[in-house]
């Protein structure tokens, strides 16, 4: 009987893990299609759920899921041909769109970032690029400046020792436990990353490669380089 009972309670786990397995699979298999496509991938984000979103050219986008507000959301700069710079999840239905002239949307977003997207919107200085981990954000801006909220010192330090040696700075993410700064053609800066993909960074970087974006998912991580191609240990 026991083992029948931990056979049962097993089930709902392995049905979980056999979803997240399917939307990673149809994640990579969209990437493949657009690189066949030879458009640029701007950004991929994934929700807590697993689903994801992905932007490329001036305003194209692939999903598996959306919140409606934000498919609606996107469907209309795609329609009018409005450039898309960023989407991200911040949970499952929480999220902020970046397109052009500084335009942003959002759904059920940190009172800190809406002041922060507002105040940078009033100033001109163009926003490229938002990162967000569980109350704490950065947007990258203007010519490699960053606005960051919660972040602990020695991303901040590493910050202005970037900006003092005039490193332009790419974009950051933030992983469950640490971080990554991306600047230049494939430099990089970690904190409390995984030996495995500081392992990854380092090949791309010895062969020269063109390091464009990262994304994290809990344990999961992928590095988008060069055109369109990947690395992921999904």
């Known amino acids: 009987m026991k083992k029948f009972l931990i056979i049962f309670l097993l089930i709902p786990n392995i049905i979980f893990a056999q979803d ?3 939307k990673f699979t149809k994640l990579k298999e969209e990437i493949e299609y657009i690189e066949t496509q030879k458009l640029e991938i701007k950004t991929v984000s994934i929700a807590p759920s697993g689903d994801w979103v992905i932007v490329y050219g001036d305003f194209g986008y692939s999903y598996n899921n959306l919140p409606s507000s934000a498919e609606a959301h996107l469907k209309k700069n795609n329609t009018e041909n409005y450039k898309i710079k960023d989407f991200d999840f911040l949970n499952d239905t929480s999220w902020v769109c970046l ?3 500084n335009a942003f949307a959002l759904k059920y977003t940190p009172q800190s970032l809406v002041d922060e997207l507002k105040k940078l919107n009033k100033s001109k200085e ?3 690029q938002l990162a967000y981990s569980n ?9 490699g400046e960053v606005a960051t909220y919660n972040v602990d010192q020695e991303l901040e330090t590493t910050i202005k020792q970037l900006q003092k040696e005039k490193r ?3 974009s950051i993410e933030f992983s469950t436990s640490g971080w990554i700064i991306l600047y230049g053609k494939n430099d990089y800066k970690t904190n409390n990353i995984s030996t495995e993909i500081e392992a990854e960074l380092k090949k791309l970087k010895d062969e020269d490669a ?3 974006h990262i994304v994290f998912f809990n344990a999961a991580w992928m590095i ?4 369109n191609k990947y690395v992921c240990n999904f």
């Open 20 to 22: 997240f397995l399917s």
């Open 99 to 101: 397109s052009r002239h």
């Open 126 to 128: 163009s926003i490229f």
């Open 135 to 143: 109350g704490k954000w950065a947007i990258v801006y203007g010519k």
């Open 168 to 170: 332009l700075i790419k």
């Open 210 to 212: 063109e390091i464009n």
């Open 224 to 227: 988008i380089y060069n055109d």
